[in-house]
């Protein structure tokens, strides 16, 4: 794993000696004396890590993190203080100030390369997310993303599987009011209950009796609704090496005991807003992609997503030799719907008759709004005489109970036309099959309208 570190001190020497044990790592380094260098060093380069000193003249640490942590362009770019002094307050400065970590002076060196590392990671992550959101759509993710994120008050949901009773009642007296803790004491249990409710963060402690506590932690990571759960592990003081292990099987953090309330809360809560961030990301993109492939004003998939899927699903017919049919559908005289019923009326014509449409077709088939009134549904492993009788179904629903517009309880008639056509045995393609179908549809609206017309295959 190799990613830039950004090394923010006053002291050179300070920073001389981060940079030989990060490069020591195979880190990339990037070095900074002054806070006003460090922002622009993160505005301008690639900076997956800043480690901030806390004192430093004119601007200190904690004003550093405010700006870069307020600045949409450099939130997410996580950092860790490094704090001179033991000092709580100076934890709860650092926090405040939006940071993600903290790390005291003389920094032991286990502690420093698991942060960095994790942070390395859940930062991967992030931007792969914002990658593909920002490359999706066209708007500026930051924005979407402050628009939406979830508050920060809310409690997070919290799972602790620990089979230490008096550990557990440190723990839950530790973070009353503060998070929404369960408690499994069984590790199988616990891991059941993990990959049944959401949770925001589930903490491990490594003192089981007789069960390994990195197998959980595998589990976790390997099963598909609990791959991104924030893991903690709450360890023993000489557990080093068992702490290394956990965080290449992907665990984000590790507290040591006796566990301290200002850091169990400053940790739970880091893992907590990177997880509700990513979360934010994940479904933006999601969202995305389907407003990409989705008709706004029906629901129906829209005529990109039939170009780029019709193809597949004609090739696959034809190399199973499998049946594949396909209808236009056109709304009768939709131009007078319009003309007198004005744009709202038209478009609740077409909601109600692609809610129609999607009753009357299965799972597997392929409803689209081609554009306009015209509709295109795409039927796999079915025989044209069989499209034929699905298209009848259709046009009688359409035809069989009016529409009703606006909220007066206006109703209207509303007819369809609908022409079918059905992949030919030989040579055939797209093209052609959706030519039939449109000249299938031609002849039905020359034909007096309200009709399906088939072209035989
Ligand atoms: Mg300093």
């Given at each position: 794993?190799?990613?830039?570190?950004?090394?923010?001190?006053?002291?050179?020497?300070?920073?001389?000696?981060?940079?030989?044990?990060?490069?020591?790592?195979?880190?990339?380094?990037?070095?900074?004396?002054?806070?006003?260098?460090?922002?622009?060093?993160?505005?301008?380069?690639?900076?997956?890590?800043?480690?901030?000193?806390?004192?430093m003249?004119?601007?200190?640490?904690?004003?550093?993190?405010?700006?870069?942590?307020?600045?949409?362009?450099?939130?997410?770019?996580?950092?860790?203080?490094?704090?001179?002094?033991?000092?709580?307050?100076?934890?709860?400065?650092?926090?405040?100030?939006?940071?993600?970590?903290?790390?005291?002076?003389?920094?032991?060196?286990?502690?420093?390369?698991?942060?960095?590392?994790?942070?390395?990671?859940?930062?991967?992550?992030?931007?792969?997310?914002?990658?593909?959101?920002?490359?999706?759509?066209?708007i500026?993710?930051?924005?979407?993303?402050?628009?939406?994120?979830?508050?920060?008050?809310?409690?997070?949901?919290?799972?602790?599987?620990?089979?230490?009773?008096?550990?557990?009642?440190?723990?839950?007296?530790?973070?009353?009011?503060?998070?929404?803790?369960?408690?499994?004491?069984?590790?199988?249990?616990?891991f059941?209950?993990?990959?049944?409710?959401?949770?925001?963060?589930?903490?491990?402690?490594?003192?089981?009796?007789?069960?390994?506590?990195?197998?959980?932690c595998?589990?976790l990571?390997?099963?598909?609704?609990?791959?991104?759960?924030?893991?903690?592990?709450?360890?023993?003081?000489?557990?080093?090496?068992r702490?290394?292990?956990?965080?290449?099987?992907?665990?984000?953090?590790?507290?040591?005991?006796?566990?301290?309330?200002?850091?169990?809360?400053?940790?739970?809560?880091?893992?907590?807003?990177?997880?509700?961030?990513?979360?934010?990301?994940?479904?933006?993109?999601?969202?995305?992609i389907?407003?990409?492939?989705?008709?706004?004003?029906?629901?129906?998939?829209?005529?990109?997503?039939?170009?780029?899927?019709?193809?597949?699903?004609?090739?696959?017919?034809?190399a199973?030799?499998?049946?594949?049919?396909?209808?236009?559908?056109?709304?009768?005289?939709?131009?007078?719907?319009?003309?007198?019923?004005?744009?709202?009326?038209?478009?609740?014509?077409?909601?109600?008759?692609?809610?129609?449409?999607?009753?009357?077709?299965?799972?597997?088939?392929?409803?689209?709004?081609?554009?306009?009134?015209?509709?295109?549904?795409?039927?796999?492993?079915?025989?044209?005489?069989?499209?034929?009788?699905?298209?009848?179904?259709?046009?009688?629903?359409?035809?069989?109970?009016?529409f009703?517009?606006?909220?007066?309880?206006?109703?209207?008639?509303?007819?369809?036309?609908v022409?079918?056509s059905?992949?030919?045995?030989?040579?055939?393609?797209?093209?052609?099959?959706?030519?039939r179908a449109?000249?299938?549809?031609?002849?039905?609206?020359?034909g007096?309208?309200n009709?399906?017309?088939?072209?035989?295959?």
């Open positions: 794993m190799t990613a830039r570190i950004l090394v923010v001190d006053d002291i050179p020497a300070n920073v001389r000696l981060l940079e030989v044990r990060l490069l020591a790592e195979y880190f990339e380094v990037l070095t900074a004396t002054n806070g006003p260098d460090a922002i622009e060093t993160c505005e301008n380069g690639k900076v997956d890590v800043v480690l901030l000193d806390v004192m003249p004119d601007m200190d640490g904690f004003e550093v993190c405010r700006r870069l942590k307020s600045d949409p362009a450099t939130s997410h770019i996580p950092v860790v203080m490094i704090t001179a002094l033991d000092q709580v307050s100076d934890r709860v400065r650092g926090l405040e100030a939006g940071a993600d970590d903290f790390l005291t002076k003389p920094v032991n060196d286990l502690q420093l390369m698991t942060r960095v590392k994790s942070l390395v990671r859940l930062k991967s992550l992030t931007d792969e997310l914002r990658l593909r959101a920002s490359t999706t759509r066209n500026g993710i930051e924005e979407l993303l402050s628009r939406n994120f979830a508050s920060e008050d809310t409690t997070p949901k919290v799972l602790l599987i620990d089979e230490r009773k008096s550990s557990v009642e440190r723990i839950q007296k530790m973070l009353r009011d503060r998070a929404d803790l369960d408690i499994a004491s069984d590790p199988h249990a616990g059941f209950q993990a990959a049944e409710t959401p949770y925001e963060c589930v903490m491990i402690s490594t003192a089981f009796a007789d069960f390994d506590p990195l197998r959980l595998s589990q990571r390997s099963l598909d609704r609990t791959r991104f759960m924030p893991i903690i592990l709450l360890a023993e003081e000489g557990e080093e090496e702490i290394i292990r956990g965080l290449e099987l992907g665990i984000n953090d590790y507290l040591m005991r006796p566990i301290d309330q200002q850091e169990l809360t400053a940790r739970l809560r880091t893992q907590v807003r990177r997880k509700r961030y990513n979360d934010q990301l994940r479904a933006s993109v999601t969202q995305t389907e407003m990409a492939v989705t008709d706004g004003l029906t629901g129906l998939h829209n005529r990109r997503y039939l170009d780029s899927h019709l193809q597949t699903l004609f090739d696959r017919a034809v199973r030799r499998r049946p594949l049919s396909v209808m236009i559908t056109d709304l009768d005289r939709f131009k007078a719907i319009n003309d007198t019923y004005g744009h709202d009326g038209g478009d609740e014509v077409l909601r109600e008759f692609a809610r129609r449409l999607r009753k009357n077709v299965r799972g597997i088939d392929l409803a689209c709004r081609f554009g306009g009134e015209e509709f295109v549904v795409v039927m796999p492993d079915t025989e044209g005489v069989v499209a034929e009788k699905v298209a009848e179904r259709i046009r009688a629903e359409i035809a069989q109970a009016p009703a517009i606006g909220s007066d309880g206006k109703t209207i008639e509303v007819t369809v036309s022409g079918v059905s992949v030919l045995k030989g040579v055939d393609t797209v093209a052609a099959l959706m030519k449109d000249l299938a549809l031609y002849e039905a609206k020359s007096g309208r009709r399906v017309v088939a072209k035989a295959a």
